[in-house]
């Protein structure tokens, strides 16, 4: 009987444990169901939003690149098409083949010069093989360019069976159109660009997933306070993003037209010279040497832009390596005797002692040349310029002061702008191209380094970059 009893009891108990720990089983099933998802929308969700923003930014983001490309590239073509147009005027025989090595090995690019009848005198890529090339009159950017002046498209390259991006710009010499220049582009290096940004996207995307699962698990009570920050990070993010943007584009603006103003300024004396002009040896001395002045100013204008392109794609320097700052400095002033000399400018610096700073000595003397060089422009004839060097509190002051002209405050807060000028005229008298102090800017960036400037109308300015 006492066994009985016992056996039941122990029955009883076992049914008790069992039904409390189907009860939280249930419990817990329930909850994690619920839990489960509501975590599968979320991810649902924040899938379809990154899919979506990331197809259309892949998708502005190419059509902007392509555009580009296609605007360098008849860039390129008209460059190209100046300097055949200068070696003909110079009575030079032309050696296409020579010039589409040099010009693609330059360039990277694949350059080819066809006459008008559609008969290939030159193809950087084919090399001497050229005369087999079939005509390519029926090239659907050959006819454009001879219909229009400049052509474009988009094909499969019927010699290289390669898909190309093509611009090709007509060469008028005297009336008559003697040459077409064309510039391909293999289309499959803008399609890497395309399949790297998927690939990064799609791996932020799971990376971001995979992260918000793990949080929502094991913090849940939390779990809206992480999306929230989420949210507003976006927010943040496209806020920047557009703010880039826009400076890109205000970049590419001001770029075209920077370069469309020495180059109409080139083709309108040119076309001045090929229509009589160049008989009258005084005019011709005189265009010449203005087309000579705005080539160079061209010049000087790209490199500044390929530096700044070079600053923004190494945004990180080198503290490794010590610079000696009064040795860079004097450096510098020793190479700009010509133009200092030229305004009877004296030079006065005062460095205390022998001071160092980590970073790349290329850039630093990049910075404090365009520093010099700024006050020597603004300075009138017979000024002085001071270049000082000190260290204080464990900081680093350079400081170039001039006694020139002195710039409005006004203009202050937009001095370090791309192609911001104070006074136009003067600056493009004096050959600026409106990069100068971006640059100073950048390369402060890479230094960590800060920029102070104090000016004042009629005493001058003194601009001061502070190191760490």
């Known amino acids: 009987m006492k066994l009985r009893e016992f056996y039941a009891t122990q029955g009883r108990e076992r049914r008790r444990r069992t039904s409390f720990n189907a009860s939280r089983v249930l419990y817990f099933v329930k909850g994690g169901y619920m839990k489960k998802k509501f975590l599968l929308f979320s991810i649902c969700l924040i899938l379809i939003s990154v899919v979506i923003t990331s197809a259309i930014s892949i998708n502005v983001n190419i059509n902007n690149f392509i555009a580009e490309k296609e605007a360098e590239m008849l860039t390129y073509c008209r460059l190209i098409n100046m300097a055949i147009t200068e070696e003909y005027e110079m009575g030079i025989n032309v050696d296409y083949m020579e010039l589409a090595k040099d010009y693609s090995a330059e360039m990277g690019i694949r350059l080819t010069f066809i006459d008008p009848k559609g008969k290939v005198l030159a193809d950087s890529v084919e090399g ?72 990064t996207s799609l791996i932020s995307s799971v990376i971001g997933v995979l992260i918000a699962v793990v949080i929502a698990i094991a913090y849940t009570n939390t779990l809206l306070k992480p999306i929230n920050q989420m949210e507003r990070q976006l927010k943040i993010t496209m806020k920047e993003n557009k703010k880039a943007e826009q400076i890109r584009k205000d970049f590419v603006a001001n770029v075209t037209h920077e370069l469309k103003t020495p180059l109409t300024s080139i083709s309108g004396f040119v076309e001045t010279l090929q229509d ?53 400095i004097m450096e510098i002033l020793a190479s700009m005797e010509p133009i200092i000399d030229a305004k009877n400018i004296k030079i006065t610096t005062s460095f205390a002692y022998e001071i160092y700073i980590g970073g790349n000595n290329d850039r630093f003397k990049q910075l404090m040349f365009n520093l010099i060089e700024n006050a020597v422009k603004y300075s009138q004839p017979g000024g002085t310029i001071t270049v000082t060097a000190e260290r204080k509190e464990g900081r680093v002051y350079i400081s170039v002061q ?48 800060e920029i102070k400037v104090e000016s004042e109308l009629g005493k001058g300015s003194t601009f001061t970059v502070i190191f760490k």
């Open 276 to 328: 009589g002009a160049a008989e009258n040896p005084e005019i011709r001395t005189k265009f010449l040497d203005i087309i000579a002045i705005e080539a160079a100013r061209l010049k000087r204008l790209i490199e500044d832009i390929l530096i700044i392109s070079d600053i923004e794609n190494k945004r990180e320097v080198n503290t490794d390596s010590d610079i000696n700052v009064r040795e860079s």
């Open 128 to 199: 001497p093989a050229y005369v087999t090339m079939e005509n390519h009159l029926g090239r659907e950017e050959v006819t454009e360019a001879l219909l229009t002046g400049t052509g474009n498209s988009n094909r499969e390259s019927d010699t290289l069976g390669a898909e190309f991006l093509y611009v090709a710009d007509t060469l008028e010499y005297k009336g008559d159109k003697v040459l077409i220049t064309r510039v391909a582009l293999e289309i499959h290096r803008l399609r890497m660009i395309n399949d790297f940004i998927v690939r």
């Open 402 to 449: 001039d006694k020139g002209i002195g710039i409005p405050e006004e203009h202050l807060p937009r001095l370090f702008e791309r192609f911001y000028r104070v006074d136009k005229s003067r600056s493009q008298k004096e050959g600026g191209t409106g990069l100068g102090l971006a640059i100073v800017k950048h390369i402060a960036a890479l230094f960590e380094a």
